[in-house]
């Protein structure tokens, strides 16, 4: 008896060096901040902690206000980044640029994170 194989569809999406590196950056310093920051906010159930002069004013107003912020500025952000690709690839060291605000955004959310867990803990 003759198996028919059934072929997957492929997906086939090239996504350039650049623009994964603005992906990351919009999902370390938007989505990944935003919700640490409101997770170690609602473990400690204070917002003094937070660091940011303008974020903690956000937060005491209203912390769900915090998400439409951040959304409006990782747009804003990840939009003139890659509307301004080529300016930005010509900067020697742009790579290292990107890699340092990862490395910086990913310590920030690390430390959310460990403020959450020492607070529930």
Do not use: C
Request: hydrophobic content about 60%.
């Amino acid at each position: 008896m003759l198996v028919r194989r059934l072929s997957r569809p492929k997906l086939s999406v090239h996504v350039s060096e650049y623009v994964g590196l603005v992906a990351a950056l919009v999902a370390v310093w938007g989505v990944g901040d935003a919700l640490s920051t409101l997770w170690a906010i609602e473990a400690t159930g204070s917002i003094g902690g937070e660091a940011n002069p303008w974020i903690r004013a956000v937060l005491a107003h209203d912390p769900a206000l915090l998400l439409v912020v951040k959304t409006a500025v990782v747009a804003v952000v990840g939009g003139l980044l890659l509307s301004q690709r080529e300016f930005v690839q010509s900067v020697p060291g742009w790579r290292l640029w990107f890699g340092s605000l990862l490395a910086v955004g990913s310590i920030i959310v690390a430390g959310n994170v460990s403020v959450g867990l020492a607070a529930v803990l």
